[in-house]
């Protein structure tokens, strides 16, 4: 359980067990830098996944709130682009200080409307908070290049905020990916509608608390909740000028198809199915630890989970003991010292995972180890679903085509890097991918023919530190990838380039002809 002593100084009361809350109290929009009742009529239960008790009840905002959020953050705009960029540094150094007091808290709430374990849900807020930390730095980033074009004729660029932008967000960060979104957009002068997944918008609603707390203007970040209709609002609503996706494909694609119709920027991040080759001269210690670190942690709901194994030459040998450390995890509530992993998000969701495994099971593969029906002792109504893996997966089964997103490794087996290669491109996915192997030149032509965003040498989940960009190859990236998150394309992404070319002269020209062709 989280220790009340440590980073968190927040004097707030945050849930430290799976325990029913007595009275749970509604999710509200937060709008004008007011935490507002919702006067929806429809509401979406939220339950702990651990023990599917109820957390909240999360609105579906209505059209008026919706509405308000734009008029909110329209009327912001233009002050808040118009204030000057030291000063919007130093809100995001408030607020980067802000998170890390409530990391504990942001945490917690993470783990009990999400599911995964506390240590996990911390690292959940640390990826988020080292994107808004790196975003302190801008202004050095948003330096705009000059030249000398010609005699006294200069031309300069600037970036600048595009206004009202949106992001909607997926339910397995939920920390982590509005904060791909919320310090960019606002440091670069837009102001923000964020949408959270309606599975888990408690951890985003406290950032909203500390973004007020830390100096946000109100109307700079507003919070509106909801499913597809929200999603129909921004999606068609002309202030908006960019929306920012992360999500699935069924999602995603229909996103970014209609939102770019509608003439606005969008960058969406899509599945995954990402795959591991081990060849033989791999450290098999460190290998099997990866993988199964990655394919099991978060009980599978990353979109860099390592959920396919593709086994090279002898390394197919290596399953008994991979089987053995998968054992080995502790599938528990999250709050519960030493759990491994969590629950999965909704029993849907573990329904789905366990049919899955039934499918492949049907068509011909192998069960090394069944996770289905595994319930811990403490939680006998969670989503649960044991760490399973499936050999002599083919690559035209159901549970090698479908992102699972579940505690489940299926394993393909080849006999050389090349058919490894040729295997892993044939995926529609290209996300994430990581070879494991101790030669050099073996990693170097992984690297240079592998199709896929994220590459891991020796190394299981490469989720790109917020100097770089998080990117994507293929299915999982909408746009082929121009738009991609965080890192200098993040900032390209929420802002316009202008470039102004000017002309002075130490004296008056003395010619009264005016020049009518191009200058050549
Ligand atoms: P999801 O697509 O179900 O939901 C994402 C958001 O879209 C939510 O806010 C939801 O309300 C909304 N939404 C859902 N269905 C919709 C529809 N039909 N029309 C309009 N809006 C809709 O995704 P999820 O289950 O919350 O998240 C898991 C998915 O996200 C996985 O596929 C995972 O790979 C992907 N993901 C990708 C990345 C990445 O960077 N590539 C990162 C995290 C998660």
Sequence with gaps: APSTTSAASTATEYPTSHEQIAKPIDTTNFLDNEFVSSQATKWIDLHDPATNNLVTRVPQSTDEELKAAVKSAEKAFPAWRATSIMARQQIMFKFTSLIRENWDRLAASITLEQGKTFADARGDVLRGLQVAETACGIPSLMTGEVLEVAKDMETRSYREPLGVVAAICP????????????????????????????????????????????????????????????????????????????????????????????????????????????????????????????????????????????????????????????????????????????????????????????????????????????????????????????????????????????PVLVCLHVDTLDDAIELINANEYGNGAAIFTRSGSTASRFQKDIEAGQLGINVPIPVPLPMFSFTGNKKSIAGGGANTFYGKPGLQFYTQQKTVTSHWKAEDAVSTKANVVMPT
């Design 171 to 406: 339910f397995n960060f939920p920390a982590m990916i509005p904060l791909w979104c919320i310090p960019i957009a606002t440091v670069t002068g837009n102001t923000l509608i964020l949408k959270p997944s309606e599975r888990d918008p408690g951890a985003a609603m406290i950032l909203a608390e500390l973004a007020k707390e830390a100096g946000f203007p109100p109307g700079v970040i507003n919070i509106i909740h909801g499913q597809h209709r929200t999603v129909d609002f921004i999606l068609d609503e002309p202030a908006i000028k960019a929306i920012s996706f992360v999500g699935s494909n069924r999602a995603g694609e229909y996103i970014y198809t209609r939102g770019s119709a509608n003439g606005k920027r969008v960058q969406a991040n899509l599945g995954a199915k990402n795959h591991a080759a081990v060849l033989p001269d791999a450290n098999k210690n460190q290998t099997l630890n990866a993988i199964s670190g990655a394919a099991f942690g978060a009980a599978g709901q990353r979109c860099m989970a390592l959920s396919t194994l593709v086994t090279v030459g002898e390394t197919k040998e290596w399953l008994p003991e991979l089987v053995e450390r998968a054992k080995a995890l502790n599938v528990n509530g999250g709050f519960e010292e030493g759990a491994d992993l969590g629950p999965v998000i909704s029993p849907e969701s573990k329904k789905r995972i366990e049919d899955l495994i039934a499918s492949a099971e049907a068509e011909g593969a192998t069960i090394l180890l069944d996770g289905r029906g595994y319930t811990p002792e403490k939680y006998p109504n969670g989503n649960f679903v044991g760490p399973t893996i499936i050999t002599n997966v083919t690559p035209d089964m159901k549970c090698y085509k479908e992102e699972i997103f579940g």
